[in-house]
């Protein structure tokens, strides 16, 4: 899997491209600020780009900026975004275009290599993988007696997981159940809030997260 | 109805007590402004001078305390005492600063007239309130006194005699009542105009317009007039002796003096458009020669004497001429600008004091926390290092708690920035930052923003943290459910508007809200909060956007 690393950071990007080589990752390329991420992402057409929001030369949200600019330049590479801090509003702008392959991660998460590793190649699959924060957050602002309370407290954290971008297997790991039964629960989840069935990963987590949205912005 | 609520309503009887209590705190207000007056001007020259003008202000700031919880509770009107500097001032400015200080006077002037006026009405009524109370009880006791009731021209010695006195009474107990509402209404003026009308230091005084002081002052000339004539058929009634109307008589005209002459000099600018002159020195010199001439008249009411009034028409003569000469020989604007300076190094002194206890936090946060925790942090991987040979399973351990440690770090270095800046509103402006909030509060939260171009970082920041405040104090405190935020660029000026529904009560001294209005001030704006019990609470910032 080829990899492009946007990283102000010496340090960081070194730590980054040695822990994606590690794991099996071919880092084509390391760039400090938006321009040269744009121009990298074009001439190496890369599986995934790992973008930090704050580039230079202003180092405001540059990074986000050129993430967006490359998923509509080049669809075909995956762009996981991390930060220090995590934004609701950016998230809303990652996802807005409805398509799979997009991240947004806290730094934080990188200290857990494994579930970091497979974050990366998730989202280059054409997965997602939203920070644990957000999601936490998208429920928290949920309004009270709405249709969430009417999922049982284990249905509540298999949502919470699917909206972060696991798959079933994933769930099950973390929950320790089986695969079966997260679909079991996942099918209860989406009849009980209204949804359609849909098989593919990707969609399926859209479609959770376009709903929490959207609950959030008529409450 | 209306008869009712003069005579037997709760506002009657707390604006009656009102009044009642001018007798004996008239008392002592004049016994304790006369003594701190003649020590003060007696010990002038001595070193003792230092303790009491010290004191002076404090004194004085008691007094008027009182006299505004007093007429707070019981006149329902918003008075407050002489409102205390926000910065720490100078030894020099705190013994003397005060004498320049036009609140302190007009809180002095209000302790005055109620010792004056208020005694003379407290008297009044209670006489008139016995005369009543003693004309419906007459057929109970009139047989008791020897030769029966005795006024100078009527003797009340039989039953039908005393029955007509029981109408007479109960009259008289609505006159008293009738009165009592009109002094407190007059009352209420007067509180209005010589105490402060709020205890925000930063709330400016509204300008009444100058129809509206005309308004006034023919209004209070007229209560003045009444109250008077008022107290001379209580005087005719009741004694006929020494004639005690006098002494309200000329504290009537010594405030409708100092007013009316205010209101020349206002009209007159050809007076006072000269050299050596200004608008607040010729207010000076009318209030003064209204004092001396008060002070006149009460020692020719006292039977005359020595002429003693000359000394303070000596003291207030000096102080008028010392200042107009200052006045001569100072550059055009010169007093503009030296008030201008005042305000500066004032509010200059307030955000340094703020940026030097926010930047004492954000060191114990460093310390107590982030570092603390790298501390742990490299400690774990040391041991996990020593056992990697002989204990894998123990060094595995030891490195899952160093990555925990590490995580913890982060999170409170995080939270660390987002308190001193946050990200989104560098990243994109003020709105953005805001409605972030907004998401993040509990409560439910409308954002109206029109900012059309962005306003400089500082004051961006400064709207951003009052917003925060008002949010997270709204969340804590008082129990609101809504919480309306407006953000409005109008020219050069940034307004930010915070109101909820809530229990209302906010204290704006709190430590959060008294930071944020240093920080406010040295951008040269103001911060303003109204938090009735009750609710709602309304808090808005207005400043400059200096871009």
Known sequence: ?219 | MEMKSILFSKRAWSEFLFLLSGGPLGVIWFSVLVTAWSLFVGLAITPFIIPIALAMPYLIRGMSSVESTLARELLHVNVYPPRTAIVKQSFWRRMFGWLGDVAMWKAQVYLVYRAVVGFAIAVGLVTLLGLAIGGIAAPFYYWALNGGIDFSFWHVDTLPKALVLVPAGAAGFVITMLLSRLLSNLHRDVAQGLLEHSPDPLEPRPAPNLDERHRMFALRATSFGVAFVVLVIVWAISSTGYFWPVWPLLAFLLLLGIEGTNLFVIEHPEYWKRPGMSQSLAAQIGSSTMVVLFLTGVWAAAGGGTYWPVWPLLGLGIACAARSIALYFSPPGQQELTERIETLTSTRAGAVDQQEAELRRIERDLHDGAQARLVALGMSIGMAEQKLAEDPEGARQLLEEARTGAGQALKELRDLARGIHPPVLADRGLEAAVTALADNSPLRVTVHADITSRPAAPVESAAYFVVAEALANAGKYSQAKRVDIRMTRDGDVLTVEVVDDGVGGANADGGGLSGLRRRIEALDGTLRIASPAGGPTLIRAEMPCGS
């Open chain 1, 1 to 219: 899997m080829r990899v492009v690393i946007a990283e102000d950071l010496a340090l960081l990007r070194d730590g980054l491209e040695r822990l994606l080589r590690d794991n099996g990752f071919e880092v084509v390329a390391s760039v400090r600020d938006g321009d040269s991420l744009l121009r990298e992402i074009a001439a190496h057409k890369p599986d995934i780009a790992v973008v930090d929001i704050r580039l230079p030369p202003d180092f405001r949200d540059e990074g986000l900026r050129a993430a967006l600019e490359a998923r509509k330049q080049s669809p075909d590479t995956a762009i996981l975004v991390v930060s220090q801090y995590v934004e609701q509003a950016y998230a809303r702008e990652l996802l807005a275009d409805g398509r799979g392959g997009v991240g947004y991660l806290l730094k934080d998460r990188i200290l857990h290599v494994v579930e970091f590793v497979e974050a990366v190649r998730r989202v280059a699959g054409g997965g997602t993988a939203l920070d644990p924060e957000v999601v936490a957050h998208l429920f928290s602002s949920q309004t009270a007696g709405g249709p969430l309370e009417r999922l049982t407290p284990r249905e509540q954290e298999v949502l919470a997981l699917m909206a972060e971008g696991r798959s079933n297997s994933g769930i099950a790991e973390s929950l320790v159940l089986t695969v079966g039964a997260v679909e079991k629960h996942i099918a209860s989840i989406f009849s009980k809030l209204d949804l359609p069935h849909s098989g593919v990963d990707h969609r399926r987590v859209l479609a959770v997260l376009a709903y929490l949205q959207g609950q959030t912005e008529t409450g």
